[in-house]
């Protein structure tokens, strides 16, 4: 992957393996499988992309135009860490929000002044629309977490498969989505184990993720006692015992996992690696150590990461809406005839 360059066909091939890999992974060990690769891959996943985003001046034309979306990374993450003390849920939410319509404004306005009036509409739709319970759920809990990894990537399989219109892309794209319906559709009661109790202490911080996708339309008002009995009950009685548990949390790790492996198995085309050495010395030192901190204890691995974990999110949106606005240009170009733009190899 870091030598020779592999043809589209070849990385499309790879991707079914590492597909089917993280999938059966999932299923046989869920929680262990996510807090592995979470703690192992992700921190090395952050510090290449960002690399390479600041490369290509984050799909934005401008390097500058990424101090707001850090700056929003920046004020959630001592919200998180609770140097903010006594912060709004619904302000993580607002700025979230608008970090995301603001890296839309940035990606289709290139005049002042128009980037002015779009960054003016993002902030008063975050500040009407943060209190409403679905924004809530969408853009505190899913963005950054089950949308960033399983969402967006099958939209980066998908533009690639409308792109090359080849045998191993859209093969790579069905795979892709029978693995993740395989965990609903199949999970065997006999996967079902009892979960140690270092594994369920490690993943208390991502609980609250499974909880939000197997209540989607409950209310999750947290300043409510019966929220908050209700959340209790799920975890004590529902997320280390239920079938159905157990399949919403292979396909999470399925999610994460897969997610991690798309990346690094595309290095020889987006080139993340060709970088100064001092960068590349930087990150895997940075790398190492977050893998010691995790090792050491992984509530502070998570908390010494949580800057890095969610600003690679936010700096990723413009290439999120680039994706968006891809799919609708292939679709409009199969429509019109236009011949592939990826020749099959």
């Not at 099958?154 to 080849?166: D, H, N, P, W």
């Not at 290439?319 to 799919?327: E, G, S, V, Y």
Request: aromatic share 18%; net charge positive.
């Amino acid at each position: 992957m870091f030598g020779k360059k592999l043809s589209i066909d070849q990385i499309n091939y790879l991707n079914i393996g590492l597909m089917i890999i993280a999938a059966v992974t999932a299923f046989i060990r869920p929680f262990e499988t996510f807090l592995f690769v979470y703690a192992f891959l992700g921190p090395l996943h952050y510090l290449t992309e960002i690399s390479w985003l600041h490369d290509r001046n984050y799909f934005t034309g401008k390097k500058s135009d990424a101090i707001l979306l850090v700056l929003a990374g920046v004020v959630i993450t001592l919200a998180s860490l609770q140097v903010i003390p006594d912060v709004p849920s619904n302000v993580g939410t607002a700025i979230t929000f608008f970090a995301f319509g603001s890296a839309l404004v940035f990606v289709i306005v290139k005049n002042a002044y128009g980037r002015a009036f779009g960054l003016f509409i993002a902030f008063l739709l975050a500040a009407l629309l943060s209190k409403v319970n679905f924004v809530h759920t969408v853009f505190s809990v899913f963005l950054p977490t089950i949308i960033h990894v399983f969402l967006f990537t099958g939209l980066f399989i998908l533009v690639g498969a409308l792109r090359g219109r080849s045998f191993s892309g859209i093969s790579s794209l069905v795979v892709f989505v029978l693995c993740a319906v395989s965990f609903f559709l199949f999970f065997p009661a006999g996967n079902m184990y009892a979960v140690p109790d270092l594994v369920r202490s490690n993943y208390q911080d991502f609980q609250m993720l499974n909880y939000y996708l197997m209540t989607p339309f409950s209310k999750h008002d947290f300043n409510q006692p019966a929220n908050i009995r209700e959340y209790f009950s799920f975890v004590n009685n529902i997320l280390y015992s239920s079938r159905s548990a157990f399949a919403v949390m292979a396909f999470i790790a399925f999610s994460y996992f897969y997610h991690y492996l798309n990346w690094f198995s595309k290095t020889s085309v987006i080139q993340w690696h060709q970088i100064p050495r001092s960068r590349f010395a930087a990150i895997i030192i940075i790398w190492l150590a977050s893998i010691g901190v995790y090792a050491y204890d992984y509530a502070l691995g998570l908390k010494w990461l949580f800057f890095l974990s969610f600003s690679h999110v936010l700096l990723e949106f413009p290439l999120n809406h680039l994706t968006f606005i891809n799919i609708g240009k292939e679709i409009g170009g199969i429509v019109r005839g236009k011949p592939a733009a990826i020749a099959k190899a």
